[in-house]
């Protein structure tokens, strides 16, 4: 069960200096998710009683990133996301929490309550994370012993991941910069590649631009091959090194 020692009025202020610190030592998605799920487990879980975390952060035009409080168990998640639905599921659809206090009375989502129940969980409590923009999240506990509506369990919970969704949002911006900012300079080096591939053909053929830019399409397309690479085998054989630099490399 949740534990239900916390304290009502306990606002988990620490969570968000935890999340910081977890970042910083885990910029990887996954790495930093995981610490996040072992850290909501120890938290909220009961004394004496196995209670797991996993998260899942569905983010626009990203894979669905999500992590587990333990490694050894497989995540129940990736069976809701395979089919569509489940408390996770759900509660981040209607940005409300949902409690299954007895997985032996449940009846919706029968693939998933056969596998949770095989890995010996009783019951589930789905919390979603409240994140920016079209981002969504949310944390799910699976419990060995049945919960029951009101628990004082479950407010702390749902109080752990309110201070969670603060923590968790910062992140996934800082992230969103940091992939901004590689596919910026991906997409500078890819620009310069052509270019000199352009200029190459350009003085070799003594031909105009897009004549030399349309010679480098239609290899790439008769190839088969990504137009930078193509790009830079021509910058290759005429400079004789395979490296190409370029001024804003870090």
Request: glycine residues 8%; hydrophobic residues 40%; contains cysteine.
């Amino acid at each position: 069960m949740l534990n239900a020692g916390v304290p009502e009025n306990e606002d988990f202020a620490d969570v968000a200096l935890h999340i910081q610190e977890s970042f910083l030592q885990n910029p990887e998605v996954e790495a930093f998710l995981q610490d996040l799920a072992a850290y909501a487990a120890a938290r909220i879980g009961g004394q004496g009683h196995i209670c797991s975390c996993e998260i899942v952060v569905l983010r626009p035009k990203k894979p669905a990133a999500s992590a587990g409080s333990s490694c050894s168990s497989p995540l129940m998640s990736q069976l809701e996301l395979k089919h569509g639905d489940g408390p996770g599921t759900t509660a981040m659809r209607t940005a409300k929490t949902v409690l299954v206090p007895d997985l032996r009375r449940e009846e919706r989502w029968p693939e998933y309550v056969q596998a949770v129940q095989r890995q010996g969980f009783r019951s589930v409590l789905s919390i979603p994370a409240s994140l920016e923009g079209d981002s969504q999240g949310v944390l799910t506990f699976h419990c060995s012993q049945p919960l029951t509506f009101g628990s004082q369990g479950i407010g702390a919970a749902e109080a752990f991941v309110r201070q969670a969704s603060k923590g968790l949002g910062l992140a996934l911006r800082m992230l969103k910069l940091e992939e901004t900012r590689d596919g910026m300079s991906a997409a500078m080096q890819t620009r310069t590649v052509i270019d000199l591939a352009t200029g190459a053909i350009m003085a070799q053929n003594r031909c105009s631009q897009a004549t030399a830019f349309k010679l480098l399409r239609d290899a790439s397309s008769t190839r088969n091959m990504k137009l930078r690479d193509v790009a830079a085998a021509v910058v290759a054989s005429v400079a004789g090194a395979s490296d190409t630099f370029t001024y804003f490399d870090e």
